[in-house]
Structure formats: structure tokens, C-alpha cells
């Protein structure tokens, strides 16, 4: 009951996101960054200090090849699919002006999604702390990925009903993924140390490839300062998680 309320969390913070483009409420560059930034340190934080090392626990060597594989899904979806996505509210309208760009950015950000939610879902599973650590990794980025894909379909020419419809999507698309890993867990324990490689894959792409570009393409000198920021903020969490659940 919890992680399903994480997940409706998590895909209430995606649609706001598209609430703030649809209705042109002012979303400073400035904040983009800095929530872009944070989340991009305390995500790889994440990976490599708890998911990595918990993956291997729970499969062994294997786990390598399912680490491989969820990061190969997302490049694939996101960048071999969609040709030109970035987070953040998206100002190059003369770039995305096709409905073919559009819909191959919904599907990109539709699958990445999709992954948030196993980690979540997965993580809980093993351990909730570990589980309530990744849904604030989620959390960080995803008013950024809402402001994402509505400003992308309007810049498309969509409509506002149909932008803010494609936000209610991808945030749905979070829930399902916390969703299919409780349902799975309970036909199959086995595949969640599966799902959980995986998710380490996907948070990996989405620290180092999808936010990190985008805090190296700001010109703003505190922004990157802000990663270091973000990966000292998973450590204080953690001891305060682990603190306040009793170290379990």
C-alpha cells in the first residue's frame, strides 16, 4: 500500500509539471537547473552506493549483463527512437514541430517512465528505505520531465488538452511500473532481482546521460556545484532514512 502511494506521488509530481507549462504558470530557467543538477547527483549517488551493489547481491554476476540492458533500453528509446529530447521546458520550438517528433518523444519519455516506477516498486521490495531513497531520486526529476513533454507538444502545435494529456500519460506510466513489479513479485519472486538490475541500468542512463548533459549545457558556474550538492544530499538521506526506520 505504500509504494503504490509513492507511485501516485510520483505521477502527481509529472502531471503538475505539465499543469505548469499548459497554463503558462512561470517556471525560471534557474530552478530547472538546479532541481535538474540535484537530481542528477543524487541519482548517481543512488546507483552507485546502493543499486549496483544490491543488483550483484541478489544475482551475482548476471546481474552485469541486466545492468547493461536497462541502460541499452532507455538510450535506445530515447535517443535511437526520439532524435532530439532534452529535460526541462523545451524552448527550441524550431526544432520540435512535427507530431512525429512529438509522439517519438511521448514514447521515449513514456518507456523512461515506465522504469521509474519499477525502481521504485523494486526498491521497496528489498529493502523500504532503500525504496523511499529511490522515489525522492524519481521525485527530483519529474516536474522537469512534465514540463518536458507538454512543452514539447506544444511546441508541436498539440493543443493544450492533448499536451496536458500526454503529462497525465507518462505519470501514469510510473504507477504501472509500481504496479507490474507487485504483480509479478507475486507470481515470481525471483524476477525482482531481475528488475532491480534493470532499474540500476535505467537510473544510471537517466543520471549520467540524460541529466548530466543538461547541467553542462547551462552557463551557469553554480549549477554544477549543485551535483555535489545532490550526491551529498542521498548521504544525508540515507542516515536519516535508515535512522528513522530503525536501521532496517
Do not use: C
Request: avoid cysteine.
Amino acid at each position: 500500500m505504500n509504494t503504490l502511494l509513492f507511485g501516485v506521488i510520483a505521477a502527481a509530481a509529472e502531471i503538475l509539471g505539465g499543469v505548469l507549462v499548459v497554463y503558462k504558470t512561470e517556471w525560471p530557467r534557474k530552478i530547472q537547473e538546479y532541481l535538474l543538477a540535484l537530481g542528477a547527483g543524487f541519482i548517481l549517488a543512488l546507483v552507485f552506493f546502493e543499486l549496483i551493489p544490491e543488483s550483484l547481491k541478489h544475482l551475482g554476476a548476471i546481474a552485469s549483463l541486466y545492468i547493461v540492458i536497462g541502460y541499452g533500453m532507455l538510450h535506445f528509446f530515447e535517443h535511437t527512437v526520439v532524435t532530439h529530447l532534452h529535460f526541462g521546458e523545451e524552448t527550441h520550438s524550431e526544432v520540435m514541430v512535427s507530431r512525429v517528433a512529438s509522439t517519438s518523444a511521448f514514447v521515449g519519455l513514456l518507456i523512461h517512465a515506465f522504469f521509474d516506477g519499477i525502481s521504485i516498486s523494486a526498491g521497496m521490495q528489498f529493502n523500504f528505505a532503500l525504496g523511499v531513497l529511490i522515489f525522492f531520486a524519481v521525485l527530483l526529476h519529474k516536474i522537469p520531465e512534465g514540463l518536458t513533454i507538454a512543452s514539447i507538444a506544444l511546441s508541436a502545435r498539440q493543443s493544450r488538452g492533448r499536451a496536458l494529456l500526454a503529462s497525465i500519460l507518462v505519470g501514469a506510466s510510473t504507477l504501472v511500473g509500481v504496479i507490474v513489479i507487485l504483480f509479478i513479485t507475486t507470481i515470481n519472486a525471483n524476477f525482482l532481482g531481475i528488475a532491480f538490475a534493470l532499474s540500476a541500468g535505467a537510473a544510471t542512463y537517466v543520471g549520467a546521460s540524460d541529466l548530466i548533459p543538461e547541467v553542462n549545457r547551462s552557463g551557469n558556474r553554480i549549477t554544477p556545484i549543485v551535483v555535489f550538492a545532490g550526491m551529498l544530499l542521498f548521504y544525508v538521506s540515507q542516515l536519516g532514512v535508515e535512522k528513522m526506520l530503525g536501521g532496517k
